[in-house]
Nanobody
Framework: QVQLVESGGGLVQAGDSLKLSCAAS????????MGWFRQAPGEVRDIVAS????????DYADAVKGRFTISRDNTKNTVYLQMNSLKPEDTAVYYC????????????WGQGTQVTVSS
């Protein structure tokens, strides 16, 4: 079955950096666009960044533009989220998700990894 497993979360101070990883299995990774989402307590889950199957056209939420970078390595079936200049408002559970090319909805989700940024 399809599995997406996030790692790399933790507790950091404002201004620090973290790199999240999401390892995919059970699917043809290069057939999927990938996205990172986050959900803070009491908030809805929002998209943070997305990238096409070949690593092209990265897209970011306005709140993270210039600070976060999404990338993928199709040889390792892994997508990354490099997060720099972290702010307390970045605190959330971060999820990766997979969407078949040319489909709108993300079909597969990871279990999430907690990122906490202290001020």
């Amino acid at each position: 079955q399809v599995q997406l497993v996030e790692s790399g979360g933790g507790l950091v101070q404002a201004g620090d950096s973290l790199k999240l990883s999401c390892a995919a299995s059970g699917l043809t990774f290069s057939s999927y666009a990938m996205g990172w989402f986050r959900q803070a307590p009491g908030e809805v889950r929002d998209i943070v960044a997305s990238v096409n199957w070949d690593g092209s056209s990265p897209d970011y939420a306005d709140a993270v533009k210039g600070r976060f970078t999404i990338s993928r390595d199709n040889t390792k079936n892994t997508v990354y989220l490099q997060m720099n200049s972290l702010k307390p408002e970045d605190t959330a559970v971060y999820y990766c998700a997979a969407r078949l090319i040319y489909q709108y909805d993300y079909a597969y989700w990871g279990q999430g990894t907690q990122v906490t940024v202290s001020s």
